[in-house]
């Protein structure tokens, strides 16, 4: 049967674990962001289920919106991202909130932030659902961290291998095989 499910080893986190989590680090945000109108910054596409249940546990006055980067793979150690969408906000004065599936080695976040910078915000905070710190190159670290996981590569819940599994609506870990086939 086609079921993407059948790729998965195991389950790391459930659908409950998730919600549990975000739904504190959703209250924790709208305390500490109360009056100050933040822009959620998502970073597409691995962000957009986590943003969407995030969001519903956030109180507060608040805008969204969504860029799109990718990271020059391979040849270079630059750590140079591409940036395939950018905001459309004025974000000066602002305070941001860059929401994350997963912070990795941060080289994506830290471009990011560096980024996001030069248009003088308020201040740029980042959210994100996972931490893998033991993977950690840049220096740059998550405000807000719903689970800190191992090494494993882990899909589902928007997190996708070769644009699949972002429909599984938990977090696993992929079978082996899946990468040595390809
Ligand atoms: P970083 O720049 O190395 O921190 O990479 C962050 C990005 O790499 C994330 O936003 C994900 O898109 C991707 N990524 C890193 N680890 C995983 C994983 O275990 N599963 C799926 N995507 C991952
Ligand atoms: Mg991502």
Redesign the pocket.
């Known amino acids: 049967m086609d079921r993407a499910e059948n790729d998965i080893a195991y389950v790391l986190l459930t659908e409950e674990q998730i919600l549990e989590k975000v739904h504190d680090v959703g209250r924790r945000i709208s305390h500490d962001f109360e009056g100050k109108d933040p822009i959620f910054v998502g970073?597409l596409?691995?962000?957009f289920i986590f943003m969407a249940d995030l969001m519903r546990c956030v109180s507060i006055n608040c805008s969204m919106d969504f860029m799109a980067v990718s990271?020059y793979s391979g040849t270079t150690t630059t750590?140079a991202?591409k940036i395939n969408k950018d905001l459309n906000s004025d974000i000066s004065g602002r305070h941001i909130i860059l929401v994350?599936?997963?912070?990795?080695?941060?080289?994506?976040?830290?471009?990011l932030k560096n980024y996001l910078m030069v248009s003088a915000p308020a201040s740029v905070s980042i959210v994100t659902l996972?931490d893998?710190p033991s993977?950690?190159?840049?220096d740059?670290y998550a405000d807000y961290s719903c689970f800190e996981?191992p090494d494993?590569?882990?899909?589902g819940y928007g997190?996708?291998?070769n644009e699949r599994y972002r429909n599984i609506p938990y977090i696993g870990v992929l079978k082996p095989e899946i990468y040595s086939n390809k």
């Open positions: 970073v596409k691995g962000c990271s750590g991202v994350e599936d997963i912070l990795d080695s941060g080289v994506t976040l830290n471009y996972m893998k993977r950690r190159k840049a740059v996981v494993a590569f882990v899909v997190l996708d291998y």
